[in-house]
């Protein structure tokens, strides 16, 4: 885990040239799973030479450990594209600030990982550089050969979640607009976290809807993931932006220690959050609310099995379960799509082929030779053509969508109406988060993983994100943490995980963590659950 290899390279007893050295072997092997499109090799090791020859920052508390980051966020000298042909030639000139952030506690950023186009899609299908896989539906035959299968890992972050479940990395950076982070983290039994709107900043993340996109992290634990969401916050607002609020690390991580921490002795942090994970957490005096909205006739029935037994487990830890109604769920989803495809056509207008991005030369599309157009005809036609070449069949739809949304003639029926039910979703949200429940419970998918060669129709891809969207709707922090393993007819050995998802208050990282480590410390998904390859 990236807590182990932490304390474990503190105290010497482990280089991080030697993780390194695994991790790019562990690639090299698994390639087939299509997870990065790009590895930092050189970089990583001269990295990882600094730390071990003594070079190591006390205060950081992931220092040396191996981190991905999705290829929609800046990282200095590398390629960020986005996922897209538009971008694919783009060198980043800086760090995002996540980036910058986990750099200063000396993680060693390992490379970029795959994902949909511009964040668009929900199984990484829409990547200009292919579609990665789920590690959960692959394994090697008997000649060594690994066999991928055709497992979706979700989307839009499925590479860095595909990384994580395969331990190509420790951690993924990845960003979540309507539950980009948490739908693959379910799907690939891994935990992903999003946390509340401005903690982390925004700052070198490739915009897809501004007021929707949120930063968030993967690992394969629940405090895992809090580490590397406390490397990767600052303790105030970025300057670069003016959205964020930044957080307190050591809010967080006290919660999860049952103890004040202070982040400026990291190795008494380390050494803390190491008996709390092998310590059962009590939920005694928490109340978790169960939306009836969310029990609808898509939950597939494996997955209503997992969260049934997931109560009874919280129940068990001292929770009180409570029903609640929550009627503004049933319209965040349209009002998420039409506020997402208006942001979406706004953000991507910049990509014309003129500044930068693919340039594709006007002419052909008008019938006539470039000399015989006229300047604008000619510049008309460069920008349709690099649009038309650059952007995929998901984008484009989402972009048209949205120009359409913030038509005149339609304005007020689609966008007007979408921002008012949005309003709607984060107040009922608030009440409910406010008035005694700590955090409401359900499935992060109401579907199991599905093959790449036989998916959902378009528009169940789309409603399998009604659980996820309220929670970028009202900017709340949310976590899908894995909650069991169930036998089906897919995947490789005819098993795959089950994600359960927590919502919680506003800046209530901590308490949501807590009741998601008690999750994972009763469920035994840790503990006895290995991967079929």
């Known amino acids: 885990s990236l807590l182990d290899s932490a304390l474990l ?25 299509n997870a990065f499109v790009e590895i930092n090799g050189i970089q990583a090791y001269k990295d990882a030479a600094q730390i071990d020859t003594g070079r190591r920052d006390s205060d950081s508390l992931i220092g040396g450990t191996v981190i991905s980051v999705k290829d929609n966020f800046m990282a200095m000298n590398s390629r960020s594209s986005a996922g897209s042909h538009m971008l694919e030639r783009f060198i980043s000139p800086y760090d995002a600030s996540v980036v910058q952030r986990l750099k200063a506690h000396q993680a060693i950023i390992f490379g970029k990982t795959n994902m949909d186009e511009f964040g668009m899609g929900s199984s990484t299908t829409e990547s200009a550089y292919g579609c ?21 890992p979700g989307g839009s972050s499925g590479g860095g979640a595909a990384a994580v479940a395969s331990y190509l990395c420790h951690g993924a950076i990845g960003s979540d607009t309507g539950g980009s982070v948490r739908q693959p983290a379910s799907f690939c039994g891994v935990v992903g976290l999003k946390p509340s709107y401005g903690v982390l900043s925004r700052y070198g ?7 929707l996109d949120t930063p968030g992290v993967m690992a394969r634990s629940v405090i895992d993931s809090a580490l590397l969401l406390c490397a990767a ?10 959205t964020s609020t930044g957080g307190c690390p050591e809010r967080i991580l006290s919660s999860l220690s049952n103890s004040t921490v202070r982040t400026s002795d990291t190795g008494a942090v380390l050494e803390s959050l190491k008996i709390s994970e092998d310590s059962n957490v009590s939920l005694k005096g928490t109340v978790i609310g169960v939306p009836i909205e969310f029990s609808t006739a898509e939950v597939d029935p494996l997955v209503r099995g997992v969260w049934e037994e997931t109560l009874r487990m919280l129940v068990d830890a001292g929770a009180e379960v409570r029903t609640i109604s929550l009627p503004s769920l049933k319209v965040a989803l349209p009002a998420y799509y039409m506020l997402a495809c208006a942001e979406a056509s706004s953000n991507l207008s910049r990509y014309d082929g003129v500044r930068y991005g693919m340039r594709c030369e006007g002419g052909g599309w008008t019938g006539g030779e470039a000399g015989e157009l006229g300047a604008a005809e000619e510049l008309l036609s460069q920008v349709a053509k690099s649009r038309g070449r650059g952007f995929g069949a998901m984008v484009i739809r989402r972009i048209l969508a949205g120009t359409y949304v913030l038509s005149e003639s339609a304005y007020h029926d689609y966008f007007e109406r979408a921002s008012a039910l949005r309003s709607r979703v984060s107040e009922e949200l608030r009440r409910c988060l406010a008035g005694g429940v700590a955090c409401i419970i359900g499935p992060t998918s109401p579907v199991l993983p599905y093959s790449i060669s036989n998916p959902p129709s378009f528009a169940d891809t789309l409603a399998n994100d009604f659980m996820t969207v309220p929670a970028n709707l009202a900017g709340l922090p949310a976590v899908s943490v894995p909650a069991g393993v169930v036998n089906c007819d897919r995947g490789k050995d005819g098993r795959v995980p ?13 308490e949501l963590l807590r009741v998601a480590l008690a999750i994972e410390q009763r469920c035994g998904f840790l503990g006895s659950t290995t991967l079929p390859l």
């Open 132 to 152: 990665s896989l789920n590690p959960w539906g692959a394994r090697f035959g008997r000649d060594g050969v690994l066999d991928p299968g055709d497992l979706s």
């Open 498 to 510: 089950v994600g359960m998802q927590l919502i919680g208050g506003r800046l209530q990282e901590g």
């Open 9 to 33: 390279i503190r105290n010497g007893e482990l280089s991080s040239s030697e993780l390194i050295s695994s991790a790019c072997h562990s690639v090299k092997s698994l390639s087939k799973l």
């Open 233 to 242: 916050m600052a303790d105030n607002p970025d300057p670069m932006d003016p």
């Open 205 to 211: 993340l490739v915009a897809y809807a501004s007021s």
